[in-house]
């Protein structure tokens, strides 16, 4: 699975890469589900936009927090992640990721990136909420009684697929990594064509290290959190 990751990439070498507007957004050693946090979309390609991480379809009866992760082999079959394969596919930047390992009658995070530490994309889908009930705000009660207005969440799910080498020894899961060249196939093309890229990134240029048990925290989000400790 992909339960935290990284990023940190300045936002002027971020926008390089993915050729879009530089994103305003603050460094995360330590992203979270729940957080909102920068993708890019196939509706807005040309820059970041926020949304939350734990995706809520869009015919939910509430938002419970959603589903961080959706799994590539019935991604384009579960009724949860269908529509949103088929029509809403985005890419959530990161630098790496967090797998954990029962050691020692804990559990030892390990971060997996690139040995340069580039920035990469991860193979993502995201949904469109809206509740059901509304509700007034602050101040808008007029003669006719309250305005109401819907709540509209946005949020998203990265997706997941066999480990390669380097991941098998943390986790029987790992997130979608795309090649550079995969991306816009990713956006752009159609079912098919996503589906063909839901495999396991090859691990030789890959690396994995174990870091502070602190990342076990949610709230602790520093640069310390990505610095090697010995394993």
């Not at 015919?59 to 029509?87: L, M, P, Q, Y």
């Not at 064509?193 to 520093?222: C, F, I, K, Q």
Request: proline share 9%; net charge negative; aromatic share 10%.
């Amino acid at each position: 699975m992909c339960g935290r990751y990284t990023l940190f990439t300045a936002p002027e070498e971020l926008a390089a890469r993915f050729d879009v507007e530089p994103p305003a957004f603050e460094p995360s050693y330590n992203c979270s589900p729940g957080q909102s946090l920068p993708v890019i979309t196939d509706e807005r390609p040309g820059e970041f936009t926020e949304k939350r991480w734990g995706l809520t379809p869009s015919w939910a009866d509430s938002d419970d927090g959603g589903h961080i992760n959706a799994r590539g082999e019935t991604v384009a079959e579960k009724r949860t992640f269908s529509e949103a394969f088929e029509r809403r596919p985005c890419l959530v930047t990161a630098d790496g990721f967090y797998e954990w390992v029962s050691e020692d009658g804990g559990r030892q995070p390990y971060r997996v990136a690139f040995e340069d530490d580039r920035p990469f994309a991860m193979a993502g889908i995201y949904e469109r909420w809206t509740s059901s009930t509304t509700q007034a705000g602050l101040g808008d009660f007029g003669d006719d009684g309250p305005d109401r207005t819907a709540e509209t969440v946005e949020t998203f799910a990265v997706i997941t697929t066999e480990p390669n080498e380097l991941v098998a020894d943390l986790h029987h899961r790992m997130a979608v990594v795309l090649a550079p060249d995969e991306e816009a196939t990713w956006l752009h093309g159609d079912r098919s064509d996503r589906a063909s890229l839901l495999d396991p990134h090859p691990a030789d240029e890959m690396t994995a290290y174990p870091v502070s048990t602190r990342v076990n925290d949610p709230g602790n989000d520093e640069p310390s959190l990505v610095t090697p400790v010995d394993g």
